[in-house]
T-cell receptor, first 113, second 116 residues
Framework: EDQVTQSPEALRLQEGESSSLNCSYTVSGLRGLFWYRQDPGKGPEFLFTLYSAGEEKEKERLKATLTKKESFLHITAPKPEDSATYLCAVQVRERNAGNMLTFGGGTRLMVKP | DTEVTQTPKHLVMGMTNKKSLKCEQHMGHRAMYWYKQKAKKPPELMFVYSYEKLSINESVPSRFSPECPNSSLLNLHLHALQPEDSALYLC???????????????FGAGTRLSVL
């Protein structure tokens, strides 16, 4: 069974304090790994997709990396507006899986000024 | 433009009411999804439509009835809901043609449903 685990569940940072969020996965065949940001009461906002080990993507203060077992979302010098829940999800190659996303439990990030 | 529009934003209904949630996208996506999300939990998949046909039903109770009138619209009809059905209901859409690499799902802002 496909599994996605995110850690930590919650993370408190001071403004400017860089850190990383982890997403470990066990799947039969990875088609893609996705990072989303979700603000309270809103829908998930797409951030990055990674397809193969060694791939990296960057956007402003965020950088996503991928290995064969896990992905990291690095946050450099975070600001209070980066506070949100960050969701990791995978799509797999199983014939009947279609575009189904298997989500991790999310990491709730709070950045204090 | 990666916008998925959901209406209404908020909905309060009694257990005997019938209501509908609506979702619209104009990105030319041929796959559309309904998710249910409880507080502090990730989204849970309910239904998948591919080329206007229901392709996945994740054992959702029959009081939830999806409908895809055309490639841009997705509805979720609600009838005789229970208080435990109160949640954020999310719609998403994606391409449905990339078999080797994943297809990005774009989410709407959601409908906050309260069942009294």
């Amino acid at each position: 069974e496909d599994q996605v685990t995110q850690s930590p569940e919650a993370l408190r940072l001071q403004e400017g304090e860089s850190s990383s969020l982890n997403c470990s996965y066990t799947v039969s065949g990875l088609r893609g790994l996705f990072w989303y940001r979700q603000d309270p009461g809103k829908g998930p906002e797409f951030l990055f997709t990674l397809y193969s080990a060694g791939e990296e993507k960057e956007k402003e203060r965020l950088k996503a990396t991928l290995t064969k077992k896990e992905s990291f979302l690095h946050i450099t010098a975070p600001k209070p507006e980066d506070s949100a829940t960050y969701l990791c999800a995978v799509q797999v190659r199983e014939r009947n899986a279609g575009n189904m996303l298997t989500f991790g439990g999310g990491t709730r990030l709070m950045v204090k000024p | 433009d990666t916008e998925v529009t959901q209406t209404p934003k908020h909905l309060v209904m009694g257990m005997t009411n019938k209501k509908s949630l609506k979702c619209e996208q104009h990105m030319g996506h041929r796959a559309m999804y309904w998710y249910k999300q409880k507080a502090k939990k990730p989204p849970e998949l309910m239904f998948v439509y591919s080329y206007e046909k229901l392709s996945i039903n994740e054992s959702v109770p029959s009081r939830f009835s999806p409908e895809c009138p055309n490639s841009s619209l997705l509805n979720l009809h609600l009838h005789a809901l229970q208080p435990e059905d109160s949640a954020l209901y999310l719609c998403a859409s994606s391409q449905d043609k990339n078999r080797d690499r994943g297809n990005i799902q774009y989410f709407g802002a959601g409908t906050r449903l309260s069942v009294l």
